[in-house]
């Protein structure tokens, strides 16, 4: 057991540390020329330049892959999307047909609703592409298409290195649905960007580990937490909050923050802090006004900003610090943050990151 975790304590944190190569392995063979391409989708041929709108669908960390990727795609690509979690996709009547693409997102490749929501959107004559890690897995094997993540088997129960490949993969995917409507060079650029990001987690995870593990000591006996975010960092609120209740069970929630002052905020006080999800975009003035909202609640803030940023700094109690990078990106560098946060937390707090309870790695009842 101790060998299998190459000297780390837990799956969790070795597949954390592992995110650098997950990256790599993520990208390679999907960049030619300076730009994105994808192999697996040259049989659809057609089907992908006259796409009219794409449906994202997915569960659990998959679907907040899918959110990123739902956003961006609109604002890169611009195509219309939408996105909704497998288990309620199967039971709405979403007019689908030719022309829709359905992405379904699913690590295991074998999570029952989606496998449903992929038979349904067939029926009703869309495409659809699937994103999994699993070679040969059920869903691979219904799909229009597979795109692998490859990033390896991922023991630890709650996702971690494989959120990081879907969210590079379905970037590039994105990246490469602009082909047509935006300038290569915008497009190489972003892709080049991408393409640094394994050798900035690798410069960066070390001073993240130790980070997250103060801030762990600090705040792991609170019972509650909010986590917030705007635009492509709202996703990660919600990821934030999964991944520490998930394995810390402590209660926590993730909220657009501009949706705080319509109900939530009226639960914050000195033992309800505040994980604001704050990079520097253009969002950013926005959600210095909420947390000077929540300050106002007396609750504690901890902010995860862009590095050196004073303004930040200033306005909350503790903050971790991530490398500065585009917007779209930020949901990529955000991640081993979130999930180192939560995974000291669960250790401080005596449990067992990889084998949380009531949970299973992959979900095959519906
Ligand atoms: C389970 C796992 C989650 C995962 C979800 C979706 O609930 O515990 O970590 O995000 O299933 O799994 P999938 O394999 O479809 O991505």
Redesign the pocket.
Known sequence: DAAEKGGYPHFMLKEIYEEPQTLRNAITGRIKSKLPHFRELEKMGEDLTKIKGITVL???????AGLVFQRFVQDYAGIRAEIDV?SEFRYRNLPLGEGDVVIA???????A??LEGIRKARQSGAKVVSL???VGST?SRESDAVIYINAGPEIG???TK??VA?LAVLLLLGASLALNKRNPEVISQLVNEIEGLPTVFESVLASADEQCQRLAREYYQFRHFMYIGRGYSYPSALEGA?KLK?ISYIHASGYQAGELKHGPIALLDRDFPVFAIIPEDELKAKMLSNIMETRARDAKVVAICSESDREVSRAVNSRIEVPKVSAPLYPLVMSPYLQLFAYHVAVARGYDPDR?RN?????TVE
């Open positions: 997915a569960c659990g960390t998959s679907y907040h497998a997102i699913s690590q295991s490749g074998e999570t609703d989606t999994t890690n699993v869903i129960v709650a996702a494989t959120y879907q999964l998930e949380p949970l299973a790695k992959s979900v």
